[in-house]
């Protein structure tokens, strides 16, 4: 694993919120995306959500209770969903305002290489600790509602990002009073950008009483051609799944 610094880092650290995410693996970035715009993806992010549910149940698939990936849609955690969105004008110039958002933070040309929306659903458990990837991108996490710091975001142990067996170690770790409380949850108005690195150990926490919708850009620097994500989601389209496909995927209380 690559430490992030001024010396080894593809991105330019040269803003305080720069150094702040090379030093602790996260950072909350200046600037907001148009209210307006964030307040129609959250209306739009919720709808896609409901219609893309309703193929997934046409296919077979008990919607609550299976882990299930497609192309368009996961289901990796109970109440939990990653969903990418139609390609509207309206998801096409937020993820425009968003990528500028970033690379003014860091003053460096980006390409995005995947977005979506992930939906949390009010009772959606805390998630595992974990990694992302080992590799040198960021997450940009825009949330489509407001969050408030140590309430129902994102927890991040700051640092991790640094050690070399971090993503591997995560699910192992005994996480106990100490561990626990190195951890840090940054609050984000919606519309603002959380940045961090995909190797940073972190987890969405639990989720109560609301729709949380957070959508997402992993990005890399413009000239890195050898930085890609292959791991987030297959090729299969749910219109394509067949019952073998469906039967395959685990209900909650198998892996549970």
């Known amino acids: 694993m690559l430490l992030l610094s001024t010396a080894t880092s593809s991105f330019a650290w040269w803003s305080a919120a720069a150094r702040e995410l090379s030093e602790r693996g996260f950072a909350t ?13 959250r209306h739009a992010s919720i709808a896609e959500l ?19 990936s497609f192309n368009s849609i996961c289901h990796r955690q109970r109440l939990r969903w990653d969903v990418r969105l139609s390609d ?8 425009t305002d968003a990528l500028r958002l970033v690379e003014d933070g ?25 990694a992302d990837g080992n590799s040198e991108l960021l997450t940009c996490f825009v949330p489509l509602v407001d969050i408030a710091a140590d309430s129902d975001g994102t927890q991040f142990w700051p640092g991790s990002h640094e050690d070399d067996h971090g993503p591997t170690l995560a699910p192992t770790l005994a996480w106990d009073d ?18 961090f690195d995909y190797r940073v150990i972190h987890r969405g926490l639990p989720n109560a009483g609301r729709d949380r919708p957070v959508a997402y850009l992993v990005v890399a620097p413009e000239d ?18 067949r019952p073998a496909d469906v039967a395959a995927f685990p209900r909650w209380d198998e892996i549970d």
């Open 29 to 41: 970035l200046p600037g907001r995306v148009d209210t307006q715009l964030v307040e129609h993806l």
């Open 50 to 68: 409901e219609q893309q549910l309703v193929e997934v149940s046409a296919a077979g698939c008990d919607v609550l209770e299976q882990q299930y």
């Open 88 to 95: 509207t004008p309206e998801w096409r110039q937020f993820r």
């Open 106 to 130: 860091l003053d460096q040309p980006l390409r995005v290489l995947m977005s979506g929306v992930v939906v949390s659903r009010s009772g959606a458990d805390g998630q595992r600790f974990h």
């Open 178 to 195: 100490a561990r626990m409380a190195e951890m840090a949850a940054p609050g984000c108005a919606a519309g603002g950008v959380l940045a």
């Open 224 to 241: 890195d051609a050898g930085l890609e994500d292959a791991l987030n989601f297959p090729d299969l389209r749910v219109a394509d799944a």
